[in-house]
Protein backbone atom coordinates (compact mmCIF):
# COMPACT_ATOMS: atom_id res chain seq x y z
CA UNK A 1 0.00 0.00 0.00
CA UNK A 2 2.82 2.60 1.02
CA UNK A 3 4.75 1.67 -2.19
CA UNK A 4 1.57 2.25 -4.45
CA UNK A 5 1.49 5.17 -2.26
CA UNK A 6 4.36 7.29 -2.78
CA UNK A 7 4.33 7.15 -6.93
CA UNK A 8 0.54 8.45 -6.76
CA UNK A 9 1.45 11.37 -4.39
CA UNK A 10 4.17 12.49 -6.91
CA UNK A 11 2.26 12.23 -10.07
CA UNK A 12 -0.46 14.51 -7.86
CA UNK A 13 2.49 16.70 -7.01
CA UNK A 14 3.82 17.01 -10.22
CA UNK A 15 0.41 17.50 -12.30
CA UNK A 16 -0.18 20.32 -9.89
CA UNK A 17 2.96 22.31 -10.67
CA UNK A 18 2.66 21.57 -14.13
CA UNK A 19 -0.43 23.12 -13.91
CA UNK A 20 0.78 25.94 -11.86
CA UNK A 21 3.62 26.61 -14.69
CA UNK A 22 1.09 26.48 -17.35
CA UNK A 23 -1.21 29.09 -16.09
CA UNK A 24 1.34 30.78 -15.22
CA UNK A 25 2.89 30.63 -18.64
CA UNK A 26 -1.09 31.09 -19.93
CA UNK A 27 -1.27 34.58 -17.62
CA UNK A 28 1.61 36.05 -18.87
CA UNK A 29 1.73 34.91 -22.87
CA UNK A 30 -2.19 36.48 -22.85
CA UNK A 31 -1.19 39.88 -21.12
CA UNK A 32 1.59 40.91 -23.32
CA UNK A 33 -0.17 39.62 -26.57
CA UNK A 34 -2.98 42.11 -25.18
CA UNK A 35 -0.65 44.33 -25.19
CA UNK A 36 0.86 44.64 -28.36
CA UNK A 37 -2.82 43.97 -29.67
CA UNK A 38 -3.43 47.69 -28.16
CA UNK A 39 0.11 48.81 -29.45
CA UNK A 40 -0.68 47.46 -33.13
CA UNK A 41 -4.16 49.41 -32.65
CA UNK A 42 -2.95 52.64 -31.70
CA UNK A 43 -0.28 52.88 -34.49
CA UNK A 44 -2.69 51.72 -37.13
CA UNK A 45 -6.44 53.27 -36.70
CA UNK A 46 -7.42 57.16 -36.50
CA UNK A 47 -11.03 57.87 -35.83
CA UNK A 48 -13.01 59.49 -38.05
CA UNK A 49 -14.50 62.63 -36.77
CA UNK A 50 -17.95 63.40 -36.26
CA UNK A 51 -19.87 66.54 -37.90
CA UNK A 52 -21.95 68.57 -36.74
CA UNK A 53 -23.23 71.44 -38.73
CA UNK A 54 -25.33 73.07 -36.04
CA UNK A 55 -29.33 73.73 -35.33
CA UNK A 56 -31.60 74.61 -38.47
CA UNK A 57 -32.12 77.91 -38.39
CA UNK A 58 -35.12 80.42 -39.55
CA UNK A 59 -34.00 84.12 -40.63
CA UNK A 60 -35.45 87.25 -42.24
CA UNK A 61 -34.54 87.71 -45.49
CA UNK A 62 -31.09 90.08 -45.98
CA UNK A 63 -30.29 88.87 -42.63
CA UNK A 64 -26.99 87.45 -42.17
CA UNK A 65 -26.93 83.58 -41.21
CA UNK A 66 -24.48 82.39 -39.02
CA UNK A 67 -23.21 78.72 -39.28
CA UNK A 68 -21.03 77.17 -36.76
CA UNK A 69 -19.16 73.33 -36.99
CA UNK A 70 -18.00 73.71 -33.35
CA UNK A 71 -19.47 70.79 -32.03
CA UNK A 72 -18.01 68.83 -34.36
CA UNK A 73 -15.38 66.45 -32.53
CA UNK A 74 -12.69 63.72 -33.29
CA UNK A 75 -12.40 61.16 -30.86
CA UNK A 76 -8.09 61.00 -31.27
CA UNK A 77 -8.34 65.05 -31.13
CA UNK A 78 -6.57 65.57 -34.12
CA UNK A 79 -7.35 69.48 -35.48
CA UNK A 80 -10.55 69.15 -38.10
CA UNK A 81 -10.94 71.02 -41.23
CA UNK A 82 -14.28 72.69 -41.75
CA UNK A 83 -15.65 73.04 -45.45
CA UNK A 84 -19.09 74.24 -45.78
CA UNK A 85 -21.65 73.70 -49.16
CA UNK A 86 -24.17 76.69 -48.72
CA UNK A 87 -26.80 75.04 -51.47
CA UNK A 88 -27.02 71.39 -52.02
CA UNK A 89 -28.86 72.61 -55.32
CA UNK A 90 -26.10 74.05 -56.71
CA UNK A 91 -23.19 72.59 -57.89
CA UNK A 92 -20.32 75.52 -57.48
CA UNK A 93 -17.16 73.24 -58.66
CA UNK A 94 -19.08 71.92 -61.19
CA UNK A 95 -18.12 67.93 -60.13
CA UNK A 96 -22.02 66.98 -60.55
CA UNK A 97 -22.05 66.54 -56.83
CA UNK A 98 -24.15 68.97 -55.02
CA UNK A 99 -23.39 68.28 -51.73
CA UNK A 100 -19.35 68.98 -51.50
CA UNK A 101 -19.01 72.45 -52.46
CA UNK A 102 -15.90 74.31 -50.33
CA UNK A 103 -18.20 77.61 -50.74
CA UNK A 104 -16.59 78.48 -46.97
CA UNK A 105 -14.11 77.21 -44.68
CA UNK A 106 -13.71 77.81 -41.06
CA UNK A 107 -15.39 76.52 -37.95
CA UNK A 108 -17.42 79.60 -37.79
CA UNK A 109 -18.49 81.35 -40.63
CA UNK A 110 -21.27 83.82 -42.07
CA UNK A 111 -22.77 84.03 -44.61
CA UNK A 112 -25.53 86.47 -46.81
CA UNK A 113 -28.00 84.24 -48.77
CA UNK A 114 -30.21 86.77 -51.64
CA UNK A 115 -33.02 88.34 -50.95
CA UNK A 116 -35.90 85.83 -52.16
CA UNK A 117 -38.93 86.72 -53.14
CA UNK A 118 -41.06 83.73 -51.13
CA UNK A 119 -40.20 81.55 -48.29
CA UNK A 120 -36.51 79.54 -49.09
CA UNK A 121 -34.62 77.05 -47.43
CA UNK A 122 -31.10 75.84 -48.07
CA UNK A 123 -29.47 72.57 -47.21
CA UNK A 124 -26.27 73.36 -45.89
CA UNK A 125 -23.52 70.58 -45.56
CA UNK A 126 -20.81 70.53 -43.58
CA UNK A 127 -17.67 67.79 -43.85
CA UNK A 128 -15.07 67.79 -41.53
CA UNK A 129 -11.65 66.76 -41.88
CA UNK A 130 -9.06 65.53 -39.57
CA UNK A 131 -6.59 64.98 -42.98
CA UNK A 132 -7.59 61.64 -43.52
CA UNK A 133 -10.99 60.43 -42.74
CA UNK A 134 -14.11 62.52 -42.67
CA UNK A 135 -17.81 62.94 -42.00
CA UNK A 136 -20.66 65.07 -43.05
CA UNK A 137 -23.67 66.94 -41.49
CA UNK A 138 -26.49 68.91 -42.80
CA UNK A 139 -28.31 71.90 -41.49
CA UNK A 140 -31.77 73.73 -42.95
CA UNK A 141 -31.47 77.70 -43.43
CA UNK A 142 -34.82 79.07 -43.93
CA UNK A 143 -35.08 82.62 -44.80
CA UNK A 144 -38.74 83.65 -44.37
CA UNK A 145 -40.59 85.92 -46.07
CA UNK A 146 -43.66 87.16 -44.81
CA UNK A 147 -46.90 87.07 -46.76
CA UNK A 148 -47.25 90.43 -48.41
CA UNK A 149 -50.10 92.62 -47.52
CA UNK A 150 -51.24 93.31 -50.74
CA UNK A 151 -53.42 96.83 -50.56
CA UNK A 152 -56.11 97.40 -52.15
CA UNK A 153 -56.63 100.51 -55.35
CA UNK A 154 -59.74 102.09 -54.71
CA UNK A 155 -61.37 104.37 -57.41
CA UNK A 156 -63.04 107.31 -56.26
CA UNK A 157 -65.16 109.95 -58.31
CA UNK A 158 -66.92 113.01 -56.83
CA UNK A 159 -69.95 114.40 -57.70
CA UNK A 160 -71.66 117.42 -55.87
CA UNK A 161 -75.43 117.67 -55.07
CA UNK A 162 -78.41 116.69 -52.75
CA UNK A 163 -78.53 113.43 -51.69
CA UNK A 164 -81.77 110.95 -50.68
CA UNK A 165 -82.54 111.00 -47.64
CA UNK A 166 -83.59 112.80 -44.36
CA UNK A 167 -83.36 116.86 -44.05
CA UNK A 168 -80.00 117.50 -43.26
CA UNK A 169 -79.36 115.82 -47.12
CA UNK A 170 -81.50 118.54 -48.61
CA UNK A 171 -78.16 120.39 -47.74
CA UNK A 172 -75.64 119.78 -51.35
CA UNK A 173 -72.67 117.21 -50.39
CA UNK A 174 -70.18 116.24 -51.77
CA UNK A 175 -70.98 112.61 -52.74
CA UNK A 176 -68.26 110.31 -53.34
CA UNK A 177 -68.59 106.71 -54.56
CA UNK A 178 -66.29 104.09 -54.18
CA UNK A 179 -66.41 102.53 -58.09
CA UNK A 180 -64.22 100.23 -57.93
CA UNK A 181 -61.75 98.23 -55.51
CA UNK A 182 -59.33 95.58 -55.79
CA UNK A 183 -60.67 93.58 -52.55
CA UNK A 184 -63.38 93.69 -50.31
CA UNK A 185 -61.21 94.88 -47.20
CA UNK A 186 -62.94 95.31 -43.30
CA UNK A 187 -63.99 99.14 -42.71
CA UNK A 188 -61.31 98.17 -39.58
CA UNK A 189 -58.87 98.67 -41.80
CA UNK A 190 -58.89 101.98 -42.96
CA UNK A 191 -58.36 105.41 -42.28
CA UNK A 192 -59.23 108.55 -43.81
CA UNK A 193 -57.88 111.81 -44.53
CA UNK A 194 -59.21 115.33 -46.11
CA UNK A 195 -56.60 117.81 -46.31
CA UNK A 196 -57.64 121.60 -47.88
CA UNK A 197 -56.10 123.36 -50.99
CA UNK A 198 -52.79 124.15 -48.51
CA UNK A 199 -52.39 120.50 -47.30
CA UNK A 200 -53.44 121.23 -43.97
CA UNK A 201 -55.23 118.09 -42.20
CA UNK A 202 -58.96 118.89 -41.25
CA UNK A 203 -59.47 115.52 -40.39
CA UNK A 204 -57.83 112.44 -40.09
CA UNK A 205 -59.28 109.09 -38.53
CA UNK A 206 -60.57 105.79 -38.78
CA UNK A 207 -63.17 104.80 -41.74
CA UNK A 208 -65.34 103.44 -38.62
CA UNK A 209 -65.48 106.58 -37.11
CA UNK A 210 -68.23 108.08 -39.75
CA UNK A 211 -69.71 104.74 -40.24
CA UNK A 212 -72.19 105.53 -37.90
CA UNK A 213 -75.32 107.60 -40.09
CA UNK A 214 -76.50 110.40 -38.44
CA UNK A 215 -77.99 112.78 -40.10
CA UNK A 216 -76.21 115.61 -38.41
CA UNK A 217 -72.69 114.26 -39.03
CA UNK A 218 -70.40 116.75 -41.37
CA UNK A 219 -68.92 113.16 -42.99
CA UNK A 220 -70.80 109.82 -43.34
CA UNK A 221 -69.82 106.80 -44.23
CA UNK A 222 -72.69 104.78 -46.33
CA UNK A 223 -72.44 101.36 -46.01
CA UNK A 224 -74.44 100.10 -49.65
CA UNK A 225 -73.13 96.82 -50.28
CA UNK A 226 -71.12 94.41 -48.37
CA UNK A 227 -71.59 95.62 -45.12
CA UNK A 228 -68.39 95.74 -42.67
CA UNK A 229 -66.53 96.39 -45.75
CA UNK A 230 -65.23 98.61 -48.05
CA UNK A 231 -66.87 98.24 -51.53
CA UNK A 232 -68.20 99.13 -54.49
CA UNK A 233 -71.06 101.14 -54.60
CA UNK A 234 -70.08 102.40 -50.65
CA UNK A 235 -70.28 106.07 -50.69
CA UNK A 236 -68.75 109.02 -48.64
CA UNK A 237 -70.85 111.90 -47.76
CA UNK A 238 -69.40 115.42 -47.20
CA UNK A 239 -71.73 117.93 -46.34
CA UNK A 240 -71.28 121.36 -47.51
CA UNK A 241 -69.96 123.14 -44.65
CA UNK A 242 -67.34 125.96 -44.63
CA UNK A 243 -64.69 123.93 -42.66
CA UNK A 244 -64.23 121.88 -46.23
CA UNK A 245 -63.50 123.89 -48.99
CA UNK A 246 -63.70 122.68 -52.49
CA UNK A 247 -60.78 121.68 -53.80
CA UNK A 248 -59.88 119.84 -50.69
CA UNK A 249 -58.61 116.04 -50.90
CA UNK A 250 -60.07 112.93 -49.72
CA UNK A 251 -57.63 110.20 -48.91
CA UNK A 252 -58.16 106.56 -47.66
CA UNK A 253 -55.02 104.50 -46.19
CA UNK A 254 -54.87 101.17 -45.32
CA UNK A 255 -53.58 99.62 -42.55
CA UNK A 256 -50.21 101.33 -41.63
CA UNK A 257 -49.16 101.70 -45.52
CA UNK A 258 -47.41 105.51 -46.38
CA UNK A 259 -49.57 105.78 -49.43
CA UNK A 260 -53.34 106.45 -49.89
CA UNK A 261 -54.99 103.55 -51.40
CA UNK A 262 -57.79 105.57 -52.73
CA UNK A 263 -58.72 109.49 -53.09
CA UNK A 264 -60.71 112.07 -55.01
CA UNK A 265 -60.62 116.12 -54.86
CA UNK A 266 -63.76 117.87 -53.48
CA UNK A 267 -65.20 119.42 -56.80
CA UNK A 268 -68.77 121.06 -57.76
CA UNK A 269 -68.44 120.68 -60.77
CA1 LIG B 1 -9.21 61.35 -36.15
CA1 LIG C 1 -23.47 73.04 -53.33
CA1 LIG D 1 -19.90 69.97 -56.33
CA1 LIG E 1 -69.57 98.04 -47.97
Known amino acids: MAGKGIPLRNIIITAVIVMIVIAIGYYFLSRSSDENGDQKEDIVT ?23 GTSS ?16 SVDSDLDEIGDNDVDLMGDNVTWSYPIPENTI ?16 DTTLITIRVEDNIIPPEITLTCRYGNVEGGPSYLDPHYIITIESTTSNEN ?27 TYNNTIRYRDITSM ?9 LIR ?7 GSTVLLYYLDGLDPVGEVDLSRT
Open 187 to 213: ILNFTYMIVDPEDNVLYHEELRIILIN
Open 73 to 88: FDPDDDDLIFRWDLDD
Open 240 to 246: DVPEIPE
Open 121 to 136: TYRVTLTVSDGEKWDK
Open 228 to 236: GMVSQGDMI
Open 46 to 68: NHPPTADAGFDQVIAPGEEVRLS
